[in-house]
Structures are given as C-alpha cells and as structure tokens.
C-alpha cells in the first residue's frame, strides 16, 4: 500500500479506520481515499 500512496509506513499505521473516505466513481468503480497528514517538503 505505501507503493500505491507513496506515504511512508509510519504514517499509514497512523491511520484509523474514520480516515478512510470510500467513493464510487462516475463508471461505477469503487476507490477508497485517505488523507495523510505528513509533512510536504519545501523547494530544494
């Protein structure tokens, strides 16, 4: 999963099961979103 999400481990084992948003697209095919909450690096 952290291949799909590109998040690190730790902050996928953070999530909780309410952090899951299940939704069904226009073609009817089901997809599940989350938000992680890490920290975005700045410009190099």
Known sequence: ???????RPHELLNLRIK???FKTSESGVQYA???????IPGPF
Not at 1 to 7: E, G, H, L, P, Q
Not at 33 to 39: K, L, R, T
Request: negative net charge; proline residues 0%; hydrophobic residues 40%.
């Open 33 to 39: 979103e989350i938000q992680v909450s890490g920290n």
């Open 1 to 7: 999963m952290a291949n799909d999400t590109s998040a």
């Open 19 to 21: 952090d899951i948003i």
